[in-house]
């Protein structure tokens, strides 16, 4: 279980983004980058902005509000993956993102269990900042333990922390920060959708997620078969 400094390739990974909202968008780009050379079939996207990894704590998952500027963000995490890395099935994981549920509904958090994924990861990697090498492995123990706590991963989860290879983002950017857009999203009860799907492809991921996010009862999808894709 220890941080890997030989790039190893695995088949399936999960990318825990912990970034501020309004830093996110800046990051998507090299942290696709760096993710795209250590795993190489599919990578699962889990969203906690403000998360840190570092306090030595027991860490949680928390239910994220689905704001304008998440939907913002999951679309051009699709349309960043499509030219960064489109040999990857790149897959953002809903579960945790919804408004929060009233306090009496006896809700212990967004993952009562681990959720199972079709594909079991074998590596959970992050962009959490790292102030000094030393905090490296406190991180990378709190990391694949509040891996394990959301989904059901591989008994021998390694774990790669991004951060190192991704000096290149300005911090003090705080112009973002004043413009970040808490709207919440508008929802509806329910939400119909069409097309082809023939070969899913990014935009059609972020019609499927944005309409999730969307849709408060029912979420119905017509899809096209033979006559219609001639």
Same mark, same amino acid.
Request: proline letters at 7%; hydrophobic letters at 40%.
């Given at each position: 279980?220890?941080? *890997?400094?030989?790039m190893s390739?695995?088949?399936?990974?999960?990318?825990? +983004?912990t970034?501020?909202?309004?830093? +996110?968008?800046?990051?998507?780009?090299?942290?696709?980058?760096s993710a795209?050379?250590?795993?190489?079939?599919?990578?699962?996207?889990?969203?906690?902005?403000? +998360?840190?990894?570092?306090?030595?704590?027991?860490?949680?998952?928390?239910?994220?509000p689905?704001v304008?500027d *998440?939907?913002t963000?999951?679309?051009?995490?699709?349309?960043?993956?499509?030219?960064?890395?489109g040999?990857?099935?790149?897959?953002v994981?809903?579960?945790?993102i919804r408004?929060?549920?009233?306090p009496?509904?006896?809700?212990?958090?967004p993952?009562?269990?681990?959720q199972?994924?079709?594909?079991?990861?074998?590596?959970?990697?992050?962009?959490?900042?790292?102030?000094?090498?030393?905090?490296?492995?406190?991180?990378?123990?709190?990391?694949?333990?509040?891996?394990?706590?959301?989904?059901?991963?591989?008994?021998?989860?390694?774990?790669?922390?991004?951060?190192?290879?991704?000096?290149?983002?300005?911090?003090?950017?705080?112009r973002?920060?004043?413009?970040?857009? +808490?709207k919440?999203?508008?929802?509806?009860?329910d939400?119909?959708?069409?097309?082809t799907?023939?070969? *899913?492809?990014?935009?059609?991921?972020?019609l499927?997620?944005?309409?999730?996010?969307?849709?408060?009862?029912?979420f119905?999808?017509?899809?096209?078969?033979q006559?219609?894709?001639?």
């Amino acid at each position: 279980h220890h941080q *890997l400094s030989i790039m190893s390739m695995f088949s399936t990974g999960i990318l825990v +983004l912990t970034s501020p909202l309004h830093i +996110l968008p800046l990051r998507i780009a090299p942290v696709l980058t760096s993710a795209a050379q250590v795993v190489e079939r599919t990578l699962y996207v889990h969203l906690h902005p403000g +998360l840190n990894l570092g306090t030595g704590g027991q860490v949680r998952p928390v239910y994220i509000p689905p704001v304008v500027d *998440l939907c913002t963000l999951i679309s051009r995490l699709y349309s960043n993956a499509a030219d960064i890395c489109g040999h990857l099935d790149v897959r953002v994981l809903l579960s945790n993102i919804r408004a929060q549920p009233a306090p009496l509904s006896g809700s212990n958090g967004p993952f009562p269990t681990p959720q199972m994924l079709s594909h079991s990861p074998e590596v959970v990697l992050t962009d959490f900042p790292i102030q000094d090498s030393g905090q490296s492995s406190l991180v990378t123990q709190c990391l694949q333990k509040y891996a394990g706590h959301c989904y059901v991963c591989n008994p021998s989860l390694s774990s790669v922390l991004l951060y190192p290879r991704l000096k290149e983002v300005k911090e003090d950017d705080d112009r973002g920060e004043r413009d970040v857009q +808490l709207k919440p999203l508008e929802t509806f009860s329910d939400v119909v959708v069409g097309g082809t799907f023939d070969r *899913l492809h990014g935009a059609h991921k972020t019609l499927l997620n944005i309409s999730c996010l969307m849709a408060n009862r029912r979420f119905v999808i017509g899809v096209c078969d033979q006559e219609l894709l001639k």
